[in-house]
């Protein structure tokens, strides 16, 4: 029995654009692993880590954490993956960290979701949530029965930081600034492969097709097993 080659991918895709949804289908279909360097992070500084505490020293400055730190974090923790498919979830966020990730491993192709911004605004600001429960309502898909008010307890709403139109437009500068060049740097080797389109749910398909091509559907096949 031929052993197919083992996937490195990366997903690349703005603050907002369904890279959180689109990463849980790729893990449910596909049966890689998903490493994302913000849970990468917060569990780091949370467990009171060397790099946890270090990255959370820039944090706490508002400052972008050094690319030697945050590729440290993410090598180290790619080491125990050698023998799984992996997903890639937010780094590399600059071409130095993609290069020294290119020293390690042999990246396979690069998903990067390409939602116009102007519809990840709409996305965003229209996010409101009760803060006692976390209940999240979306002004266009899932609004509250009264503006403004929760449904169950008839709180007021509240709009995260996070979410306010001047800090949405602020991130997605920023990821512009600095992830252009990662995606151009990975367009040169022929390993970016973009998904266009204003809504997950109808990009999801032509990724599926894509991985398809690469993967199994391990989800169809525990579907099919008895239990």
């Not at 998903?34 to 400055?61: C, F």
């Not at 020293?103 to 709409?122: A, G, R, S």
Request: a positive charge; proline letters at 7%; glycine letters at 6%.
């Amino acid at each position: 029995m031929v052993v197919p080659p083992l996937l490195r991918a990366v997903i690349m895709g703005p603050p907002g654009s369904g890279k959180g949804t689109v990463s849980s289908r790729i893990i449910k279909h596909f049966g890689m692993k998903h490493l994302s360097s913000g849970d990468l992070l917060r569990d780091n500084m949370q467990k009171r880590t060397e790099v946890g505490i270090l990255a959370k020293s820039y944090i706490d400055q508002g400052r972008l954490i050094p690319d030697d730190i945050m590729t440290r974090l993410m090598l180290n923790e790619l080491k125990g993956l050698d023998q799984y498919n992996w997903l890639l979830d937010g780094f590399p966020r600059t071409v130095a960290q993609a290069e020294a990730l290119d020293k390690e491993c042999q990246i396979d192709t690069v998903i990067d979701l390409d939602v116009p911004f102007e519809t990840i605004k709409c996305r965003l600001t229209a996010r409101w949530i009760h803060p006692a429960s976390g209940r999240v309502y979306n002004l266009e898909f899932s609004p509250p029965k009264v503006q403004g008010i929760d449904d169950i307890t008839g709180e007021p709403l509240v709009q995260r930081d996070d979410d306010k139109p001047e800090t949405v437009t602020k991130r997605l500068q920023a990821y512009d600034a600095q992830t252009k060049p990662v995606l151009e740097y990975y367009r040169k080797k022929g390993l970016l492969k973009s998904f266009s389109g204003t809504e997950t749910n109808k990009i999801w398909p032509h990724i599926y097709a894509f991985l398809q091509t690469k993967l199994p559907d391990v989800s169809q096949k525990d579907a099919a097993t008895p239990r």
